[in-house]
């Protein structure tokens, strides 16, 4: 059994969730980094249901948006609740070097993993260097 000992504790959350700019819009830590020809972006998104994730790009801009909810049970009493429920919404803005048309996502252990190939166009290429066979002309 869980005891409450602070009995002011639920108003300071509540007004809190009120009057803390910190807590409106709540967001998800993320990972980004680059790994060969392939860019990774890593969201922590525990407790989430899959078919609640929404990811979508428009204009190089990756909307990702899940729902965590709390099961809602006949008889059910709370005691304590501290982790967040609701919609939680990350943007990112893409460089036009990542090939948004071939992004795949997965959902792994509470971790959205998108990956964003590099976009030909954007790969290092080697450049052939060339001779040129000039005469000179003799005056």
Do not use: C, H
């Not at 990702?64 to 008889?75: D, K, M």
């Amino acid at each position: 059994m869980l005891l409450r000992t602070a009995p002011f504790r639920d108003f300071d959350t509540f007004a809190g969730q009120f009057f803390d700019s910190t807590r409106r819009g709540a967001s998800a830590p993320l990972d980004a980094y680059r790994d060969g020809d392939t860019f990774y972006v890593e969201i922590d998104l525990p407790g989430v249901d899959p078919a609640s994730i929404d990811a979508t790009v428009d204009r190089n801009v990756l909307t990702v948006r899940a729902e965590r909810t709390r099961a809602q049970r006949e008889g059910l009493r709370r005691v304590i609740t501290e982790r967040a429920t609701g919609t939680v919404t990350r943007r990112l803005v893409l460089g036009d070097s990542l090939d948004t048309d071939r992004l795949e996502a997965n959902y792994d252990n509470g971790v959205l993993t998108l990956s964003i190939p590099v976009a030909e166009k954007a790969r290092p290429r080697k450049i052939e260097i060339g001779t040129a066979n000039r005469e000179l002309a003799s005056a």
